[in-house]
């Protein structure tokens, strides 16, 4: 030690000769910053992937339901489509006066767990995601007329397949089915570039794809069924149902009318819904759940830093006889408070620091499979602003919490001088 | 000499308030932007062609938010501007002379559905004349605040 | 400034005039006319436990001040300095020795011994001037109160004797004027209390310090220039 700042070194070797206990403390600071810069990562990214999801899209439309359900099944593939929609009525509206483009979509098949969504090439040209970014593919191209499909790079990776692989098509939306549709194997022609969201993980058919596929249903070992099994096969051919669609317009202002008056179709009792309305209301709900666990995390900090307080405090009524030392070899009270509070912020600070590095470490080894997973990619695993704003407010609190003891400690080495009885 | 200093103050001040951006732009109601009746017959219908005089006017106008888009951010970048909230669910959809096409630089973030905002930017006319779609107001929007009620 | 008109020669390092201390007003614990202590002296102020012992080298060391009258060391009244100025003349001028637990237990013997130098500049620059480093002053101290090698060592590791003995080369370093000692034989046995004691006052009078011990052992009187009861301290009946 030297002159200078010699209480940060008296700080520092304290801390060093009680290190057990403070490696603990830093643990517990350090897995509350983990877990709240974990959770605000995580939600940040779902929100972002989920929000990009569609883009550029005037109108969903699908069977009577509520707006938000029908963005949930139809667009994010999460739930199920009770209804269908007749083919006639997405050719009335696909043909209506005003639209631009509208794009199909059959779901209810799945392919070792990932979707299929039956669609036609409209798909490839029309979609938009994020930012009005359009759909590419990393190779091949889309399907044609052939019994052909094309993946999403998120199911490519999982399942490990490349253009040109054969692939067969379960009834039903689980990962395995016992009702395979064998006769015909489709051909992958394509894969699609990553959108970061849930659309890489789907397989894409045509309908025709899809009809041929079920036009032999019965595997020969099962008694040929009375309905499909009440499975929603939603194909245009057979049932002459699909699960909904997507409407641009050519020009936006019209939404409102178009809305209107498929909401009142009398033929069928549709649903159509604007998707940004709808995803709008989405977030209302998820945004509670967001700042619930945004709450929680706060108060992990807080319960790891008032755990570091109570070590101190403990350790305190040792320490008055290491406080009475220091003040008879010249220390200022002010500096025995400096002493107990640097200690505090030093722990607090360290313990910041490490779940911040874990954090790094965690998420940086799940990456990969969340995105594979769910579709979501994790955009800002190193270490960034917020992290940067997390360890400050921690060591702050640390400091903060730590004037408490220190300020006792003050007033002891004030009112002891060297009468401690021991 | 005093009085030209103070002449030369008012005149500044002036110039100063006349080119602060729309610090007091005009307030429209929804009425305005519907053509006045042309006929005294009470049974003429409205006209719901936009009123070509307001284009290139900028003006505030209070209005609730019906989102075409959003970014990853869940910020809405393009919306309608509706003069009652429920265009689109309870009752029909406003005339193409009741509602504004709005495009924002930045994205903002809606606070909720039900709430009005004041919108202010430069209202544009676009014309078309097809039977897909009708002319109706544009505007791109420089500032969007809460509506107090 | 008044010197005490009973001594000729060199003012005293510390004086006490019509100095008085209680806790509670109205029962002074200590009531001091007059007291001088001489550069060089090895006084013991002897008493029983309780008798205000201690407060009154709290006293003496700055760390309280009285109700009236006047403490000065080297001639400085203390009361007349402010908390954090009483501070930095304690470090500078006075070394310290308690009864017990001397040490800071996780630092070791060699950093306890130095702790007087990172507080006072005077103390540091007089440990280089006496021995060129201070590190190097802190060895011959240990080396002569009989701790040749103990340096690198805790002070858990070393015996109370030994702990004591340390305690009076951190008194001593950077040569202090003024030596406080609170009890510091009272742990140890007396085989050995004799030893430290000789120890400590060879080391004092090597630098020409001044000795103020307190103790309740009239045992350790002969061993001392200067005896104080306690109780002509005390304003009490003697």
Not at chain 3, 84 to 91: K, L, M, V, Y
Not at chain 3, 119 to 146: K, N
Request: proline share 6%; glycine share 8%; charged share 20%.
């Amino acid at each position: 030690m030297s002159t200078r700042f010699p209480i940060a070194r008296l700080a520092l070797r304290s801390i060093a000769s009680r290190r057990a206990s403070a490696a603990l403390t830093c643990c517990a600071v350090a897995l509350s910053v983990l877990l709240v810069l974990g959770v605000q990562e995580m939600r940040e990214s779902a929100r972002q992937s989920f929000a990009s999801t569609i883009a550029g899209t005037d109108l969903l439309v699908g069977p009577r339901t509520s707006g938000v359900n029908l963005l949930l099944y139809a667009v994010f593939r999460i739930g199920q489509p009770s209804n269908n929609v007749s083919w006639q009525s997405y050719e009335r509206f696909a043909a209506a006066p005003g639209v631009d483009w509208s794009i199909p979509l059959s779901l209810g098949d799945s392919y070792r767990g990932h979707a299929v969504v039956g669609t036609t090439e409209a798909y490839f040209r029309h979609f938009r995601y994020g930012r009005d970014s359009r759909l590419e593919m990393t190779a091949g191209q889309a399907f044609g007329a052939g019994t052909e499909a094309v993946l999403g790079a998120a199911a490519a990776r999982e399942l490990d397949h490349d253009v040109g692989d054969e692939i067969v098509i379960a009834h039903g939306l689980g990962a395995t089915s016992f009702l395979k549709h064998d006769r015909h194997p489709v051909t992958v022609t394509g894969i699609l570039a990553p959108t970061g969201t849930v659309a890489d993980r789907a397989v894409y058919v045509s309908l025709a794809t899809l009809d041929r596929v079920h036009e032999t249903a019965t595997p020969s070992f099962a008694p040929a069924p009375a309905d499909d099994g009440g499975h929603d096969h939603g194909t245009a051919a057979e049932s002459g149902e699909i699960t909904a669609f997507l409407l641009g317009l050519e020009s936006r202002v019209q939404v409102l009318r178009l809305q209107r008056t498929i909401n009142e179709y009398a033929d069928e009792p549709l649903t159509a819904v604007i998707p940004a309305v709808a995803l709008f209301e989405l977030w209302s709900v998820i945004g509670v759940a967001e700042n619930a666990l945004l709450a929680v995390g706060a108060l992990a900090v807080l319960t790891g830093l008032v755990g570091m307080l109570v070590a101190i405090l403990g350790t305190l009524n040792e320490r008055r006889r290491e406080m009475a030392i220091l003040r008879s070899v010249g220390a200022r009270p002010r500096q025995v408070f400096l002493l107990l509070v640097s200690e505090a912020g030093l722990l607090a600070g360290a313990g910041a620091l490490l779940g911040v590095a874990l954090k790094t470490a965690v998420l940086g080894a799940l990456a990969s499979p969340i995105q594979t997973r769910t579709g979501i990619l994790l955009e800002s695993v190193w270490p960034g602003s917020a992290e940067a704003v997390v360890v400050a407010v921690v060591t702050a609190a640390g400091l903060a919490l730590g004037a408490l003891p220190a300020w006792r400690a003050y007033r002891n080495s004030l009112a002891d001088g060297m009468t401690i009885r021991l | 000499m005093t009085s030209a200093i103070r002449l030369a103050a008012s005149l500044a001040l002036l110039l100063a308030a006349s080119s602060a951006p729309g610090q007091d732009a005009p307030k429209l109601t929804w009425e305005e932007m519907v053509p006045a009746k042309t006929s005294s017959d009470p049974l003429a219908v409205t006209s719901s062609a936009p009123v070509l005089a307001l284009d290139g006017r900028t003006v505030q106008l209070p209005g609730f938010i019906v989102p075409l888009e959003s970014d990853e951010g869940g910020l809405i970048s393009e919306f309608l501007l509706v003069p009652y909230f429920g265009a689109c669910i309870h009752v029909p959809p406003p005339p193409p002379n009741q509602l504004v096409y709005v495009t924002l630089e930045e994205a903002f973030n809606l606070v909720s559905l039900q709430q009005p905002y004041w919108i202010e930017g430069t209202l544009q006319v676009e014309e078309y004349s097809s039977e897909v779609a009708d002319s109706h107001y544009t505007m791109r929007a420089e500032r969007i605040s809460k509506y107090n009620y | 400034m008044m010197h005490d008109a009973t001594q000729n020669g060199p003012p005293p390092v510390l004086a006490a005039t019509r100095l008085r201390f209680g806790w509670q007003p109205s029962a002074p614990l200590l009531d001091i006319p007059a007291l001088a202590i001489a550069p060089g002296e090895k006084v013991l102020v002897r008493g029983a436990s309780g008798s205000g012992k201690s407060t009154l080298l709290n006293l003496f060391a700055g760390i309280l001040t009285p109700v009236t009258g006047t403490v000065s060391l080297l001639g400085t009244d203390l009361s007349a300095l402010r908390g954090a100025e009483r501070d930095r003349f304690r470090a500078e001028h006075l070394g310290i020795i308690f009864q017990l637990f001397n040490l800071l237990p996780y630092l070791p013997v060699l950093d306890n011994v130095l702790l007087p130098c990172r507080f006072s500049a005077r103390r540091l620059a007089r440990a280089r001037a006496s021995d060129g480093s201070e590190e190097a002053a802190a060895h011959r101290l240990l080396a002569e109160l009989g701790l040749p090698d103990a340096a690198p060592a805790s002070a858990a590791q070393l015996s109370i004797g030994q702990q004591q003995r340390v305690a009076a080369a951190r008194a001593l370093i950077g040569n202090p004027e003024i030596v406080i000692a609170d009890e510091p034989t009272s742990a140890l046995d007396e085989d050995s209390r004799a030893a430290f004691l000789a120890l400590l006052q060879e080391e004092c009078e090597r630098v020409n310090a001044t000795l103020i011990m307190v103790s309740h052992e009239r045992s350790l009187e002969p061993l001392f220039d200067r005896v104080i009861p306690m109780r002509e301290l005390t304003g009490g009946t003697p």
